[in-house]
């Protein structure tokens, strides 16, 4: 119940004690019950009314700021903070009551339902603060913040770095947002650019108006880099205008002053207001310029990174991030409060019984009720809700007809090869190139495409359309309310199963809420339905399923309210409680099956799976499963039923399947994974990819109507034989002989003469004929060929002869070889989940040379050489006459001419930018848990052996934390058998053999592991001996600084001799990396038993992360790494970033040429 009308109040920073919190509580429900005293009339009326205030002020809390308004988190955190609200802590203890107890003591007293919607409303709170965040990291306000003041000067940092010709448009189209969205609203404006010089548009500060926007529009059009960065220079000539009450400084590069220079002049100086913002920068320096400029000022400091397209930090969302970790420190001590404890303090939680609750009403028009014990708000939604897979069905590209085969398929023609009977072979057709535009098509063949550029057009057109309204969808699929948490319910017949295991105690809210949200959104529409929670037992609301009425939604909302969180998670039980047979009358409607889950259930998922998938070939049912997961946690030592989150997901996606259902996977940030939403993005990425071809096809046509203004074709030159003159003249001189048809017997011995011969038995007459004869050759006398230099450089030869009808026919003896097909850039598939496997197989798949991404080779083409032969009449190297027409760049110290588009270019750079992006995803891989000591355990058999000895003394803690991460992070997570061995001056095993990876044998070996210290020398050939001794083959793992009592060469040479016996394989870790002949010798051993040398790098894995988001820098060069799997995806990475610098240079370059052609 609440408690209103209390003049005094706790605070968070005066609660000291236990005492003093049981005295307050005392003082006030004392004073409290003698200025009130009601009869039960009364009592029910003012436990309504602070209910609807409640309520009231949660729709405040609801109610989104217009984006259109800029205001700072300071100012909208007046009206809508924790303590505006009535949510902080000492508004909690206010609703509690004390009592004395025996012992002296106190004892401390809440209402269930109080406590239930202090606790919601924390949550709206949170959803709240959200949205405002999400509000802030839109348009200009994500790349500059909100910037505050009427008055305002701009400084604007145009350096080298910043103003460069890959940031330069980035940075006047992000400055172009900012004046259409904020800065037109101010009534002052000064704008100055600083670099080795200042230069401002306005010798001082003017009034706003449209004339003075357009004069900014275009300063900031024109701005250029102008050198270094003098900061302290542009704020000392911004300061003369002392009518400024706001400097909004950008600042993008290393200042050529000192912080504390800097800060020192500011702090001595009468300083407006500064609003710091780090555009696109990463150097320290800056960074920390920035911060302290607000902090000396007052102000505000704005940090953005234009590569990761996100805020990385700022004062206005710091400020509403407080105010969230506050909101759940309060949900914290709610917890403890049900759990019977406050800070020391023994608690009850008692229900109330509020006895005219069944009067109360919801109208159509009332607002949504934000009480955890508040009434469900039902909405009438579209009962034709429908999944994203049957939408594309209705409003997908080819439900539209927007297939590009399908428009392309009038005008293509195939090439044709047939067979010639008179020439006794099969001949391709040929086809003019200035007509058609040869063309891959979707089964791989190639065909011959007549381009019509208008409906082309409009096919773009109408694709651009239709990927507009995939986006609608999207959004409207990831928006705020059920459809986020449970997709689209689209049966008529829904099931609900709810996950209330003991393990998603933290996340109880959380599942009443998205059950709420659920009950009210999609359910009323519904034919009928049912709720089941399970933990350890199965409990469902009803026996079966009930109409979805009003009362009945109501109900089941007033009963989950009941239910805890306890017990384990049985999974299976629950599904075969909800799955059991129904009479068949009801089975005329699907069955819809939604299971919220917050992670793996305790039985087996392939059986669990197995049963779902018979059962759905018997049942018209579908299962979708929807999984909630919060932040993951490393631990040291996990549970046996333990398992990450990706491998949660991955069983659960398979459930899901298997019961031809959807997968939603959400965090408390936002969705992970949907279905839905996956099959809208293909669907997005098939119209991208269409999109292009298009492109491909304009930039062809494009490239043969550049040609035409040339003259004749060398094709039309040498295809224009004189045939008809010669015809006319014959037939003055001698008419055509009479047309005769040859008798069976004659055919048959044609034929004969034909097959006896190895080629053609006709040839053309002499020019100088009158009439072409056909004869047969003689093949007794050798033919000789023309030496006519005509012949020679003819590229299309014909004959005419006479048909068996009559008629004159034309044979085309010689003929240009067909043009070699340009096959486009195709679009690669990349997986999205990392397997285990080295660096060196994994790159034979998905290497850039594998995946045909190598721009050397593509630029080795015989069409791209550049010939310089010598010519001896003029004694000098001549070039050939098209070299002057392609542009022409080095490749490897080679000339090499640009066949390739700017539109092929433009995909490469697509393609390997996503390309780049998976190498990131992988080093990220290798660089987490217990892979950046140790590497990636490849093998199901395994023998850790490690050094121990008094060398190894430094290093021995770190490497007893590492190893305990390695047992539970990659030998119990991938049931790997193992052994463990460890050898000083003797060898000791900690069991006899190879044992599985089972939960106990694996916090055995922890435990063994921990006993260990280093003493004696180092025995690694007996070590390796001792390893090679087991039965079946195993792996070796040796964790080593490389020094051995015995020298290297005998050992190396020892590994042979057993080669030659077993096969063998030893993976090498090297522990110091400043011994560098112990470092060659762990290399040359593991290189010579296949296997691979790891070694942890120096640099941490964010400074390795950090050098790869700045890869396409000029200077950035990525940290060296030694170890094998770690430097081979380095050096990856690194060739693959000069290839995308040489595709911007070759595109620019090819760009330029044509735009000098055009002028």
């Known amino acids: 119940m609440f408690i209103t009308g209390l003049s005094h109040r706790l605070t968070l920073t005066s609660v000291n004690s236990s005492q003093e919190i049981c005295d307050h509580l005392s003082m006030e429900h004392n004073t409290y019950e003698a200025s009130c005293s009601w009869d039960m009339r009364d009592k029910c009326t003012e ?66 339902e109080s406590l239930a919607d202090f606790e919601e409303q924390l949550y709206m709170a949170i959803e709240m603060y959200h949205d405002q965040i999400k509000c802030l990291t839109q348009g200009s306000k994500k790349v500059f913040g909100v910037v505050n003041g009427s008055r305002l000067g701009i400084l604007v940092d145009t350096s080298d770095l910043n103003c460069s010709e890959e940031r330069l448009p980035d940075l006047q189209q992000h400055l172009l947002m900012l004046i259409e969205e904020q800065l037109h609203l101010k009534k002052q404006l000064h704008l100055l650019s600083y670099s080795t010089e200042i230069s401002s548009l306005w010798n001082k500060p003017v009034e706003t108006c449209p004339p003075r926007l357009r004069e900014s529009r275009a300063w900031v059009l024109q701005l250029q880099a102008g050198g270094g960065c003098d900061l302290l220079q542009a704020v000392q000539k911004v300061l003369i205008h002392s009518q ?66 996100v805020i990385d930090s700022s004062t206005d969302v710091e400020m509403l991030w407080t105010e969230i970790k506050t909101a759940r420190d309060i949900l914290t001590h709610i917890h403890s409060m049900r759990q019977g404890r406050f800070q020391g303090i023994p608690v009850t939680v008692q229900s109330e019984i509020f006895m005219s609750l069944n009067s109360l009403t919801l109208s159509e028009s009332s607002p949504v009720p934000c009480s955890v014990s508040a009434l469900l708000y039902i909405q009438l939604t579209d009962p034709k809700a429908i999944s994203s897979r049957e939408w594309l069905n209705i409003n997908g590209l080819k439900a539209q007809k927007l297939d590009l085969y399908q428009l392309l398929a009038s005008n293509a023609y195939s090439p044709q090869r047939t067979f010639v009977p008179i020439l006794g072979k099969t001949v391709s057709s040929t086809v003019h190139e200035r007509v058609m535009v040869q063309f891959e098509w979707w089964d791989g ?135 059991r047979e129904e009479p068949y009358g009801e089975f005329t409607m699907t069955q819809g099956v939604y299971l919220l889950t917050t992670g793996m259930p305790d039985q087996d998922m392939v059986a669990i799976t197995a049963y779902v998938s018979e059962h759905c070939r018997t049942a018209n049912f579908n299962l979708h499963v929807c ?97 008809k003159p010669k015809i006319s003249t014959r037939s003055a001189k001698l008419s055509p002989p009479r047309p005769t048809k040859l008798s069976v017997a004659r055919l048959e011995n044609r034929q004969k003469i034909r097959s006896a011969q190895n080629r053609l038995t006709w040839r053309p007459s002499s020019s100088k004929a009158d009439i072409p004869a056909v004869h047969l050759a003689d093949s007794s006398m050798p033919s000789t060929p023309s030496s006519s230099a005509h012949q020679r450089r003819s590229k299309v030869s014909q004959s005419v002869f006479y048909m068996e009808d009559g008629n004159l026919g034309v044979v085309f003896k010689k003929y240009p070889k067909p043009k070699s097909v340009r096959r486009s850039i195709a679009a690669i598939k990349l997986p999205k989940h990392e397997e285990l496997c080295s660096t060196k197989q994994w790159l034979k798949r998905f290497g850039f040379k594998n995946l045909k991404l190598d721009l050397e080779k593509m630029l080795s083409r015989p069409e791209c050489s550049h010939p310089d032969n010598l010519v001896p009449s003029v004694q000098k190297r001549v070039s050939a006459k098209y070299c002057a027409i392609f542009p022409s760049v080095q490749i490897n110290g080679i000339v090499k001419h640009l066949h390739l588009t700017p539109a092929e270019l433009k995909q490469y750079l697509s393609e390997t930018e996503k390309l780049m992006q998976r190498y990131t995803q992988r080093m990220k891989w290798l660089l987490t848990g217990s892979r950046c000591m140790f590497g990636a355990v490849l093998e199901k058999t395994v023998c850790v052996l490690l050094d121990v000895s008094g060398s190894m003394a430094s290093f021995l803690p770190e490497l007893q934390k590492g190893l305990a991460l390695l047992i539970w992070d990659q030998l119990h997570a991938n049931s790997v058998r193992f052994n463990m061995l460890v050898f000083s001056g003797e060898v000791r095993l900690w069991q006899s053999g190879l044992v599985q990876s089972t939960t106990d044998l694996c916090k055995d070996a922890v435990q063994w592991l921990n006993q260990l210290s280093t003493h004696g020398g180092s025995c690694t050939l007996q070590a390796l001996q001792t390893g090679c001794g087991f039965e079946d083959p195993v792996a070796l793992y040796l964790i080593s600084d490389g020094r051995s009592d015995s020298s290297h060469s005998l050992i190396l040479r020892e590994i042979d001799t057993m080669r030659q016996e077993k096969s063998l394989t030893i993976h090498t870790i090297a522990v110091n990396s400043h011994d560098r002949a112990c470092c ?80």
């Open 47 to 112: 436990d309504i009314g602070p209910l609807v205030s409640r309520e009231t002020q949660t729709q405040n809390m609801r109610v989104q700021k217009d984006p259109g308004v800029y205001e700072s988190s300071m100012k909208w955190l007046e009206s809508s903070s924790l303590e505006n609200c009535g949510l902080t802590l000492s508004h909690l203890l206010s609703l509690c009551t004390t009592t004395h107890m025996p012992d002296g003591g106190y004892q401390m007293h809440i209402s269930t």
């Open 627 to 723: 999984l909630f997961t919060g932040e993951e946690k490393t631990l040291c030592c996990p549970p046996s039923s333990y398992s990450t989150q990706t491998d949660t997901a991955r069983a659960l996606r398979d459930l899901a399947h298997a019961g031809n259902g959807r997968f939603l996977w959400l965090t408390e940030t936002g969705i992970v994974e949907s279905d839905d939403i996956q099959v809208l993005i293909e669907e997005m990425e098939m119209a991208a990819n269409y999109c292009q071809k298009c492109s491909e096809l304009v930039d062809c046509l494009m490239q043969k109507s550049s040609r035409r203004g040339s003259g004749k074709s060398r094709f039309q030159e040498t295809s224009t034989l004189s045939i």
């Open 244 to 309: 400024l009450d706001t400097l909004l400084i950008i600042l993008a590069t290393r200042p050529d002053q000192t912080v504390d220079m800097i800060c020192d002049y500011i702090a001595q100086s009468r300083m407006p207001s500064v609003h710091a913002v780090a555009y696109n920068c990463s150097s320290p320096d800056a960074i920390e310029t920035v911060k302290r400029m607000a902090a000396v000022t007052g102000g505000k400091y704005h940090l953005f990174s234009a590569a990761l397209g």
């Open 1080 to 1159: 060659e010798f762990l290399k040359c051993l593991a290189h010579r038993t296949a296997g691979r040398f790891h070694q942890a790098p120096d640099n941490t894995d964010a400074d390795i992360l950090k050098h790869l988001s700045a890869l396409h820098s000029k200077d950035s060069v990525l940290p060296k790494c030694e170890g094998d799997d770690l430097r081979r995806l380095a050096v990856e990475i690194e060739k693959l970033t000069f290839f995308q610098k040489q595709a911007k240079t070759f595109r620019e370059t090819i760009v330029a040429c044509r735009n000098l052609e055009d002028s």
């Open 445 to 579: 063949t190639v065909k011959n495409l007549h381009v019509d550029l208008p409906s082309l057009q409009k096919y773009q057109t109408k694709l651009s359309t239709a990927v507009r309204l995939f986006e609608k969808r999207v959004y409207y699929l990831n928006r705020t309310g059920s459809l986020q948490i449970w997709g689209t319910v689209c049966e008529q017949r829904v099931q609900v199963l709810l996950d209330m295991s003991g393990l998603s105690v933290h996340y109880q809210l959380h599942i009443q809420h998205a059950l709420r949200l659920l009950l009210q959104e999609q359910l009323a529409n519904k034919h009928s339905f049912n709720v089941t929670v399970f933990g350890s037992d199965v409990k469902s609301w009803q026996e079966k399923m009930v109409p979805t009425t009003h009362e009945n939604l109501q109900a089941v909302w007033q009963w989950i309210q009941g239910m805890e969180c306890a017990g384990g998670r049985n999974t299976q039980t629950a599904l075969r409680h909800v799955l």
